[in-house]
């Protein structure tokens, strides 16, 4: 289906980390059937290929960076990629994180929590500090969207790194939103519930059962699409969203009401 521009994104240049499978990919998909154009950036090449060339040919722009987002350079060097080929950076969606074997907190390796911390955390400052630089270059305003978790919330016993690192990321956005709001930049985030994602199946092959116990708590008594974890951040990259900044959105079907 050819673009128009009538969409929730129409003009915007997207910048979308951990774009090649999961929420970034669905993410992807969305921001450029709204009108974005958009870059995706994340380690798989062959991911990001087969998402890039679906864009394409459902007529959207979209073109795609391999990018290590525990490597500043690299991070740094994809962003300024986005305005090489389309000359400014209006909204960016860092998404990209990796996940550790579960179990409780004397059990994490130090290795593991080295790796967690390296692409959850320092990679999210990584790419704000980019992203701000760029949109402060160009379009001058705009919006950022971090992925958290429903498990940076609150005690995370199964996943105590994981939720570590995205309770960090939470403090990053209000932080970066009160410093950068002056300017017109705005800062928020998504705290995913349960999402059918190879991330969450990951968890489900090393503790087998886990995603139905979690689905039994949940209200709305089902796992999210990425797609619905992506429409969120998309309203909140929009200008629909205007006046929020510094926030969290839970997207978790109300997990923890």
Same mark, same amino acid.
């Given at each position: 289906m ?6 929730l994104?129409a003009?915007k240049v997207a910048f979308?980390?951990?774009?090649g499978r999961?929420?970034?990919? /669905? ?10 154009t958009?870059l ?14 679906d ?5 959207g722009?979209a ?5 290590d987002?525990?490597?500043?350079a ?12 389309w000359?400014?950076?209006?909204? &960016? ?11 409780p907190?004397?059990e ?11 692409v ?8 704000? &500090?980019?992203?701000?630089a ?8 705009g /919006?950022?969207v ?10 995370n ?19 970066? &939103?009160?410093t ?6 705005r800062?928020n985030g998504v705290?995913?519930?349960?999402t059918?994602?190879?991330?969450i199946?990951e968890?489900e092959d &090393?503790?087998?059962g886990?995603v139905?116990r979690?689905?039994a ?11 619905e974890?992506?429409e /969120?951040? /998309? ?6 969203a205007?006046?929020v900044?510094?926030?969290t ?9």
């Amino acid at each position: 289906m050819t673009q128009t521009n009538a969409g929730l994104l129409a003009g915007k240049v997207a910048f979308i980390t951990g774009a090649g499978r999961g929420i970034g990919a /669905a993410a992807a998909r969305l921001f450029a059937r709204e009108g974005a154009t958009v870059l995706l950036a994340a380690r798989t090449e062959s991911q990001l290929k087969t998402v890039t060339e679906d864009i394409v040919a459902a007529g959207g722009t979209a073109d795609y960076v391999v990018c290590d987002l525990a490597d500043g350079a690299s991070v740094r060097a994809a962003v300024e990629r986005t305005v090489e080929l389309w000359g400014r950076l209006d909204i &960016a969606f860092n998404n990209a994180a990796t996940i550790v074997p579960p179990g409780p907190l004397d059990e994490v390796s130090e290795t593991d929590l080295d790796h967690v911390y390296n692409v959850n955390l320092k990679g999210a400052w990584l790419a704000l &500090a980019a992203e701000v630089a760029a949109i402060r270059a160009t379009a001058k305003t705009g /919006a950022i969207v971090n992925n958290s978790s429903i498990g940076s919330l609150r005690g995370n016993p199964e996943l105590p790194a994981y939720g570590a690192m995205k309770r960090a990321v939470n403090s990053l956005t209000e932080s970066a &939103a009160v410093t950068y709001g002056p300017e017109g930049i705005r800062v928020n985030g998504v705290a995913p519930g349960t999402t059918l994602t190879e991330m969450i199946q990951e968890w489900e092959d &090393a503790s087998p059962g886990i995603v139905e116990r979690i689905v039994a708590e949940t209200p709305l008594r089902r796992a999210a699409q990425p797609e619905e974890i992506a429409e /969120a951040a /998309a309203w909140l990259l929009s200008d629909r969203a205007s006046y929020v900044t510094g926030v969290t959105l839970r997207v978790d079907g109300g997990t923890w009401v």
